[in-house]
């Protein structure tokens, strides 16, 4: 059996997965909101109570919920509910079996829940959703893969996610007391921490009626996640990841595959932006079934043909090695684009763009003194790579130093020459 620990960085590429589970999210959250120590065993005391508190009376009442994970479709008029990533998975990963393994075992979950809803399933019918990649595609001619246009994210049919129902005071009240008699809690912080633990909760696990078939909630990282952020402190976000159209026909060959996957990164992303949330590249390549080779070359091939990154966390958190959309900023600044229309385009902040912005009149300063790179890293705080992409950028649209003075002083800069 492959360990993950065999290879160099492959253990750190799962390391986010590794923490996938509802109680760690509510957790996390819990030591934000109320400001916790970092090893709070009440956060996990709450979590862990409220959890079964909810679990009991939802047992009672008959509603089923969904994990994290999971994905809803319909068949004859039946749930079918498809697993892209569960508990056991996660177990699995993190006692160092090999991924693709696990996601053979996943398959193999997937079937089973298949067949239990339409028992004359076939393997190639979990294909046609899920793994597209095992069909037998044909080569197919050269043809162009993206869409017309980009996607507008008001064309999104997304639901708000809210908690369905009443829950009864009754059910709660327990879990309170129980912090406030044996953790030592004021009531009403008991209160606000449970309420605060079953709404995390009934985010991540929504109830069948709350979603579309196609659709399911995954943990993303949130847009405003920093260094000092706990990793764990994940978005759940509403995801649609088969449009109804897209369950009526499997792609026949590579071209088709290309679009498909194509349309289904782009209304990923653009979902998770709009709730808060951003995919990670592992995110997209476990819940697409493709290679991270193949999802950078269609963000590529999109950003190329539209001028648009689509948001996922190595653009909008520099988590990955994507360094490309502070060039496009300045590209487009330099365009004559607004920071409003930037931000818009690149599915940043404004205050993100103009922070782009104002390291790169930085970066001009510097050069126009003539500073080296060795101190315009001490002076801005930024690595040599980053500084050197801007500086190409300043060799590019200012070959002489007339230009440069120009630029400058159009954005209210004033320049002194030393004695």
Known sequence: MMLLQTKKGVQNRYAALLVWDVTNVQTAHLKTKFEL????????????LTNQALRAWEEDQGQKRLKPGELLLEQDGQPLVLPLLAPEAVERLRRGTAPK????????????????????????????????????LKRGAHADFL???PLSPGRLNHRAQTL?????????????????DEWGLRPAQAEGMVALAAKTYARCCPRLDELEPGQMVWLAHGTRKT?????????????????????????????????????????LTT???????????????WILGISPTLIREL???????????????????????????????????LSGLTTQEIARRI???????????????????????????SVMIRVTGHGKALLEEHLALVEKHFPNEEALVTYLGQRDVTLEKSS
């Not at 970092?38 to 862990?48: D, H, I, M, R």
């Not at 393997?123 to 597209?132: A, T, V, Y």
């Not at 369905?164 to 406030?180: K, N």
Request: overall charge negative; glycine content about 4%.
């Open 164 to 180: 369905a129902g009443e829950i009864p005071s009754s059910v709660l009240e327990p879990v309170t007391r129980t912090l406030v």
């Open 227 to 267: 260094r000092r952020t706990d990793p764990r402190l994940f978005a759940p976000v509403i995801l649609t990841l088969l449009a109804p159209e897209e369950l009526e026909s499997a792609p026949a060959n590579r071209v088709e595959l290309k679009q498909l996957k194509t349309r289904q990164i782009e209304r």
């Open 347 to 373: 599915y940043h902040t404004p205050e993100a763009v103009d922070n782009y912005l104002r390291l790169f009149e930085r970066v001009l300063l510097l050069r126009y003194y003539k500073l080296p790179v």
């Open 147 to 149: 869409p017309e246009s």
């Open 271 to 285: 979902e998770a932006w709009r709730q808060d949330g951003v995919p990670t590249s592992l995110d997209l390549e």
């Open 101 to 136: 393994a696990v996601r053979r075992e996943l398959e193999m979950l997937q079937y089973r829940s298949m067949q239990q809803v339409q028992p004359e399933a076939g393997i190639d019918d979990l294909w046609r959703i899920l793994s597209q990649t095992e069909l037998p």
């Open 37 to 48: 120590a970092p090893a709070s065993l009440v956060a996990e005391k709450t979590a862990g």
């Open 299 to 333: 963000l590529e091939a999109y950003q190329e043909r539209f001028g648009v990154l689509l948001p996922t966390a190595g653009t909008v958190l520099d988590m990955g090695r994507t360094l490309t959309h502070k060039t496009i900023v300045v590209e487009l600044a």
